[in-house]
């Protein structure tokens, strides 16, 4: 009798288990539809500027440093100061350098005259050696001090060449046209030949601009480099925060290789500097007009979702579900994003209520929306 009170109850359990499922299945009826703002994907004509982080460059810059050690005795420039090649810099203590070649002279002349005496022994033992006169080991003894005292002249004068030279080195000249720096030596430092840095020079008009160029861009400057002169002078432009700087500049070269560590390619603009605006060491924007005529896919970049360092957008697929696809995005364009790769023309996206949306959302179009791509 127990057992089957116990077995009409357990009855009664799943009945009740299945009438509350049923019950709750009935409650809950299909998911609820989003609510969002969508849009189709059009390509449009779009006038911009690839930006990259560039840095000012003078073309031909240099260490100042002293070929001979001593004191500085003299400087014949105002720090910042412009300087034409050739003009004098700075002076080492030429004392030193001065009675090194007067000494050095001096031994010059002395195996001189000995060249003139070897000279004249030998063409007398000659003589006498005519008329047989002389023993002949006589005569090649002559002949042999003669040639030595050649070379001596010979070393004498090469001492006096690097003795002089030491001396010129001792006054430091511009080695190019250019503006000189705030100088690190004062008078009476002293300063060792070869390591101690004087100052430095650059050259101040045109001023280059170097930036890095990914590889995949390479094509792309390279036909720029071989345009030349022939291309748009506005193609290539600098900005220093919202300042734009008012001369264009010229694409001048393209490094010989690709950097394996970041895959790019150093390449340099030159611009004019007629103001002396640009200083070497400055960074800037390099701002590389587009070209106007080829179509790109732009979309409001409020459309677009970051995940983990990546951007998504959410695609309308025919059963009015959501799909997430990842998107390469390019340069702003005022609200607007230029989409390089992961969609195309035609393609339907959610611009407003993504902040609700998961992969496989159920959503419904509250209104169509006037999508801004493209437009300025």
């Known amino acids: 009798m127990l057992t089957n009170f116990i077995r009409n109850y357990s009855v009664i359990i799943v009945i009740t ?9 009935q409650q809950q009826g299909p998911p609820a539809s989003i609510p969002v703002t969508v849009d189709t994907v059009r390509a449009t004509d779009a006038v911009y500027y690839d930006e990259y982080p560039g840095t000012v460059t003078a073309l031909d ?34 004392q030193l350098y001065n009675a090194n070649y007067q000494q050095a002279l001096a031994n010059f002349q002395v195996q001189q005259t000995n060249l003139e005496k ?25 002949d042999a001090a003669l040639e030595a005292a050649k070379k001596q002249v010979a070393a004498a004068q090469a001492n006096v060449e690097a003795v002089k030279a030491n001396l010129n080195f001792s006054i430091i000249p511009a080695p190019f046209s250019g503006t000189i720096g705030i100088s690190q030596v004062r008078l009476g430092t002293s300063v060792v030949a070869g390591q101690t840095i004087l100052n430095t020079i650059s050259t101040d008009n045109p001023m280059a601009v170097d930036f890095a160029v990914d590889q995949s861009e390479v094509y792309r400057f390279t036909k720029l480099l071989e345009q030349g002169n022939r291309i748009n002078d506005s193609i290539f432009s600098i900005a220093f925060g919202n300042d734009i700087y008012p001369d264009h500049g010229k694409i001048s070269l393209i490094d010989r290789a690709v950097d394996p560590q970041t895959g790019t390619i150093r390449t340099r603009l030159i611009f004019p500097n007629n103001k002396d605006l640009l200083k070497a060491g400055m960074t800037t924007t390099v701002r590389v007009l587009n070209n106007a005529s080829k179509k790109v896919i732009t979309i409001p970049h409020k459309a677009v979702t970051e995940q983990l360092g990546e951007f998504f957008v959410y695609v309308v697929s025919d059963s009015s579900k959501v799909t997430q696809k990842k998107v390469a995005l390019g340069r702003t364009i005022g609200k607007s994003v230029i989409v390089k790769d992961g969609l195309i023309e035609g393609d339907v996206i959610v611009v407003e209520g993504i902040q609700n949306l998961r992969e496989g959302s159920l959503i419904s179009i509250s209104k169509p929306s006037a999508m801004t791509t493209g437009k300025q």
């Not at 001979?68 to 090649?85: E, P, W």
């Open 61 to 94: 810059q240099t260490d100042i440093r002293s070929q001979v050690t001593g004191y500085v005795t003299n400087i014949f420039f105002k720090d910042g100061q412009n300087v034409v090649k050739g003009q004098k810099l700075y002076a080492i203590d030429q």
């Open 17 to 25: 288990g299945l009438f509350s499922c049923g019950q709750n299945q």
């Open 118 to 142: 070897a000279q004249k022994d030998a063409d007398r033992y000659h003589e006498l050696d005519r008329q047989d006169a002389i023993a002949k080991q006589q005569v090649d003894y002559a």
